[in-house]
């Protein structure tokens, strides 16, 4: 995979924003826009539940695994 120099990769959302994550669409990652870390679609729910006391709904959930 080759990112491209001042190309915008990250995708924001209403429902992203609600959860204060950014998604890259290359590196099919989320990242945390409060702590700038970079996380899998596997570890964002207990980040966002222990870093920013944020639980997420089967919901929320269930639309991170699109």
């Known amino acids: 995979m080759e990112?491209?120099?001042r190309v915008d990769y990250l995708?924001?959302?209403d429902f992203l924003d609600h959860l204060g994550l950014w998604a890259h669409c290359?590196?099919?990652i989320l990242i945390c826009?409060?702590?700038k870390v970079a996380l899998t679609s596997m570890i964002v729910v207990s980040h966002?539940?222990?870093?920013h006391d944020h639980k997420v709904t089967k919901?929320?959930?269930a639309?991170?695994?699109e």
Do not use: R, S
Not at 48 to 51: E, F, R
């Open 59 to 61: 919901q929320e959930k």
């Open 11 to 13: 995708i924001q959302t």
């Open 26 to 28: 290359q590196l099919l």
């Open 63 to 65: 639309k991170l695994d």
């Open 48 to 51: 966002l539940k222990a870093k």
């Open 33 to 35: 826009c409060k702590g």
């Open 3 to 5: 990112l491209v120099p």
